[in-house]
């Protein structure tokens, strides 16, 4: 068996399926490139029978990331480009027609194998889904040579079930066998028990390779993940930060650092660029609007945070007394006081290139006049307030809607109140006043008199960039429109509203708070159709080197 771990990575498709957690394509695109960067073997870009706009995010991924044509600056092999597929012919058409564009191309298909799920949602027997598999399998293979099958809920499924339906789905030409733990219900010994007992006992096995697909509901699925490499697997299925349904799916960051970290237990590799992983995770966390919690594993604020003193005296003398991990080797610098007020725009160019961002000449212009701006108010500039200017100027929605001027009033006396100006798509300024129950309130209620797309905010978070009273603050919002459209959960098949996620960053937490709402809306807007496909398309300026 070989000892290297593919990694499969569905942050787009079962990351991006999770309520809450709506990319532009845009910003898909954005993500896949990062991902293609990262080094990711496999990238499950979406579910193309959803709607047209998702094919067309699918179809977008395949011909920009999954071409070696279009490369530069990604490693020389471009990543497997995936499309999922339900197990029918009109979805494993649609995903062919979204990845066939990509050099590798792969449909994955699924159905449901235990009783709860044939019976009370497929109201299917056991001969009938394996006819159904057999056939869409064949189905699938006679479009692409690489073919994946999942049974839906196998940790939940009878494995000699199993062993028949996954033998099927070989005879018919799978060439990845994937094993969801779809619900997070099994424990460790049992998912390894699982995979062991697939790979001794299914026919043509041999052949194919074995994957792991789990979810977190019970905060197992890194273990249950790591279990069934171990038995076996040499595909780990994942996603970024862990957003996936419900509690989530397996972590990328968990399961690499773990086989990297732990190297003499595993003896396994993957092709991961792991100093890439925090950037990556901030990425994602912007663009879907899920914050990561402090504590998270790898990539939360407090991973590498050593406050407690008795820590800090152990760190000093010797730094393994409480750290496993070098923090670099996640791509978490020493924060560094790098810039100040007398710093050039050479000085910064120079700095941005060491932190990755290769920016136009254009682009270097604006982040510049940020700079100088911060520098103004902000004595030392480090490498943590660069990452979340370049973050708030350059990804970002395209903007419908511009904040143009904001005042407010608050305080112990009088009413908070909010003066806002906005640009409109044409360039004509409005102007409007609000009072809340606090500045935020206020503002936001002054923007939406003038946007006037009705919506529910779900989230709203701030957090200080660096330590200081001076630090920049970083908003981060999540809201639901009346009218932004809803999305075709694959499993499930049920519709739910799509969400949009925003973030700004300012030294005035209410200029920061006006951004994130801002760039929320405006995805909103666009994805409620009053802005066409070409204004989509030029939504991000792709920055990241
Ligand atoms: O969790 C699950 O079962 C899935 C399948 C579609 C692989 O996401
Ligand atoms: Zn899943």
């Known amino acids: 068996m070989d000892n290297y771990i593919r990694i499969f990575d569905t942050t787009l498709r079962d990351g991006e399926q999770s309520p809450g957690a709506t990319m532009t394509s845009a910003e898909k695109l954005e993500v896949a490139r990062a991902l293609a960067r990262l080094g990711v073997d496999i990238i499950e870009a979406g579910f193309p029978a959803a709607s047209p706009d998702d094919l067309e995010a699918v179809r977008r991924i395949a011909v920009e990331v999954g071409h070696p044509a279009r490369m530069d600056g990604l490693p020389r092999r471009p990543p497997v480009i995936c499309g999922l597929a339900r197990a029918s012919k009109n979805d494993i058409d649609k995903a062919w027609e979204a990845v066939k564009h990509a050099a590798h191309a792969r449909i994955h298909t699924f159905l449901a194998t235990s009783e709860i799920h044939m019976r009370y949602k497929l109201k299917m027997d056991r001969e009938q889904v394996i006819e159904r598999v057999a056939e869409m399998v064949a189905y699938a293979r006679r479009l692409c040579e690489d073919v994946e099958f999942s049974p839906e809920d196998a940790g939940r499924s009878d494995p000699e079930f199993l062993y028949i339906v996954l033998g099927e789905a070989i005879r018919a030409g799978a060439t990845t066998l994937n094993i969801p733990d779809t619900v997070g219900y099994t424990t460790p010994d049992e998912f390894g028990a699982l995979i062991a007992g697939i790979v001794k006992n299914t026919r043509g096995i041999e052949n194919c390779v074995v994957s792991v697909h789990c979810h977190d509901d019970l905060g197992l699925a890194t273990a249950n993940t790591l279990a069934g490499i171990r038995a076996g697997a040499r595909q780990a299925e994942v996603t970024l930060n862990g957003?996936?349904?419900?509690?989530?799916?397996?972590?990328?960051?968990?399961?690499?650092?773990?086989?990297?970290?732990?190297?003499?237990?595993?003896?396994?590799?993957?092709?991961?660029?792991?100093?890439?992983?925090?950037?990556?995770?901030?990425?994602?966390?912007?663009?879907?609007?899920?914050?990561?919690?402090p504590n998270?594993?790898?990539?939360?604020?407090?991973?590498?945070?050593?406050?407690?003193?008795?820590?800090?005296?152990?760190?000093?003398?010797?730094?393994?007394?409480y750290e496993i991990m070098r923090p670099e080797s996640v791509g978490v610098r020493q924060s560094q006081l790098v810039l100040g007020k007398h710093s050039g725009r050479h000085a910064l160019k120079a700095r941005l290139n060491e932190l990755g961002y290769a920016l136009s000449e254009a682009e270097l212009d604006k982040a510049f006049g940020r700079f100088k701006e911060l520098a103004d108010k902000k004595k030392s500039i480090s490498d943590a307030d660069l990452e979340a200017l370049v973050t708030d100027e350059f990804y970002q929605p395209r903007e419908v809607f511009t904040l143009d001027g904001l005042q407010v009033a608050c305080g112990t006396m009088g009413m908070p109140t909010a003066t806002v100006r906005l640009r409109d798509p044409d360039g004509a300024a409005h102007t409007r006043a609000a009072i809340g129950t606090g500045p935020v309130d206020a503002t936001y209620k002054a923007i939406d008199s003038i946007v006037q797309a009705s919506n529910t905010l779900l989230e709203f978070s701030v957090h200080a960039v660096t330590a200081g009273i001076d630090a920049l603050g970083e908003v981060t919002v999540r809201i639901q429109g009346k009218n932004g459209g809803r999305t075709l959960d694959a499993q499930k098949e049920v519709e739910q509203p799509r969400t949009f996620g925003g973030h700004g960053a300012d030294t005035d937490i209410i200029v920061a708070s006006a951004k994130a709402y801002l760039a929320a809306l405006n995805k909103l807007l666009v994805a409620s159709g009053g802005y066409g496909e070409a204004e989509k398309a030029a939504q991000v300026s792709a920055v990241l080197a």
């Open 243 to 293: 957003i996936g349904e419900r509690a989530g799916n397996t972590a990328l960051e968990e399961v690499v650092m773990a086989l990297h970290t732990r190297r003499p237990v595993f003896n396994l590799v993957t092709g991961i660029d792991t100093t890439q992983i925090v950037r990556l995770s901030k990425l994602v966390s912007n663009y879907t609007g899920i914050v990561v919690p």
């Open 296 to 321: 998270k594993a790898i990539v939360g604020a407090n991973a590498f945070a050593h406050e407690a003193g008795i820590h800090q005296d152990g760190m000093l003398k010797h730094q393994q007394t």
